[in-house]
């Protein structure tokens, strides 16, 4: 790591950097930083928690010193909390210059966003949607005289997920100038590299951290291979051993659903953890105001969707476990990323149930590591299992009797309308693509299974269920004859 002003950054700003406890670059600062202050687009992939935040914001704040104007520079970032967290660096880091930013993300009002756009902030960092909207709707800033566009999360923004930036991208590209420095970071970047190339036009200078993993090495990275009847009853046991074993800790569960993610924060609490959640159906007061009650360590445990997956940076968190395994390595990156940040030490554990062993050899695969076992007292699960499952089946009941699903329905149709879409069309040619959908899903779990039984057959890592009891391993007849209380279930 070399000294921050051997880089080319003014003393002011090295200083207030020294302030903030950061004194040596990190090698993604490193790197990237000589080629944005030489003026050079730049494309930057290192491993989560590796300061890519600094490596952006340091030679803007150093620019913009020399020549101050709004707006200067366009942060776009695909969450609003990650909004936040990068608007509160450049606001800390910016301070000796008197900064002045402006956060543009949705759920927030947008007449005091359009007022505060007016008024020319130096940086405006935003979620693509709401940004579109503005500059769809309002013709009171300009954009025209914009110097940095940065990407943060960049192929998360180019990449066609479950909420799709392409469009309002289009929108905002349109209004940017040609001439301007872009900038583009991710711990995966390679993925959508072609993608990327064609926003950083002009040879942008390209860094990827060197190293065969694509996780950190201060991370334990740990499975459970659990039936999916016996997960929540893993899950109140790893928190009840982390809070009998440790004084200071804070973990992040990640879980696949907004529904999921409610019912397990009710039944954590109902084993009194103090448990707090953080998903795209809540109201966005109500998520900052979580959020900022977990990082302040009100609340111990964070129950996520992958809204809180990528950029956050909360150094208390020690254990980030995977209620479901993730479908796609990279989601698992980022996820086990929120945790080890910064040459901190962490543990990731995720929960595996016998159908989502390929998605582990692809996690594998993906990030070149090997996940290990996770040790635990398989007695312990099972005195809990059946008071888990009661305490999981009543909040799902109370859930049900709060209209949760009717409310999710009615964001989705307001979703619809506001993007000039018919819900009832969409409706049907939603249920359309879920039949062909399901079928196709059906097809690949059979092939699936085909290729994991060539695999156990092959001596690799085996699924091998046996009973909770008499530890005897399942065959298909015991199975059959006398099964065990956790039901498990062979692959035929
Ligand atoms: N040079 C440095 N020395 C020490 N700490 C640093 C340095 N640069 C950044 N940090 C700290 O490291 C932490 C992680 O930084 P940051 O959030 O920028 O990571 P990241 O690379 O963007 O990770 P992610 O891929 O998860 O978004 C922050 O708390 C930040 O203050
Ligand atoms: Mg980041």
Known sequence: MSELSALGLSDWLVKQCRQLGISRATPVQENCMPAILQGRDCMGCAKTGSGKTAAFVLPVLQKLSEDPYGIFCLVLTPTRELAYQIAEQFRVLGKPLGLRDCIIVGGMDMVTQALELSRKPHVVVATPGRLADHIRSSNTFSMKQIQFLILDEADRLLEQGCTDFTKDLEVILQVLPAKRQ?????????????????????KPFFWESKSETR?????????????????????VHLIQTFTDEHDDWS???????????????????????????????????????????????????LIATDVAARGLDIPTVQVVINHNTPGLPKIYIHRVGRTARAGRNGVSITLVTQYDIHLVHS?????????????????????????????????????????????????????????????????????ELEKIRSQKKKFKEKIQENIQKQKNAHGERKWIPHCFHCHQVATKANLLSKPTQLGFIIPT
Do not use: W
Not at 182 to 202: G, H, R, V, Y
Not at 219 to 227: A, E, F, G, S, V
Not at 229 to 234: L, M, Q, S
């Open 182 to 202: 872009t900038l583009l970071f991710s711990a995966t970047l390679t993925d959508t590299l072609q993608e990327l190339k064609s926003i950083a036009l002009n």
């Open 363 to 431: 996690i594998e695969e993906h990030t070149q590591t090997k996940l290990k076992e996770y040790p635990v007292e398989e007695e312990e699960v099972l005195q809990i299992l059946t008071q888990v499952n009661v305490t999981r089946r009543e909040c799902e009941i109370k859930l049900e009797s709060t209209d949760f699903d009717e409310k999710k329905e009615i964001n989705k149709r307001k979703q619809l309308i506001l993007e000039g879409k018919d819900p009832d069309l969409e409706a049907k040619r939603k249920a």
């Open 251 to 301: 973990i992040i569960i990640f879980t696949n659903t907004c529904k999921n993610c409610q019912i397990l924060t009710m039944m954590l609490r109902a084993f009194n953890f103090p448990t707090i959640s953080l998903h795209s159906m809540m109201k966005q007061k109500q998520r900052f105001a979580n959020l900022a009650k977990f990082k302040s360590s009100v609340y111990k445990i």
């Open 215 to 235: 996780t950190v090495e201060e991370l334990d990275q740990r499975y459970i291979l659990t039936p999916e009847k016996v997960k929540d009853a893993y899950l």
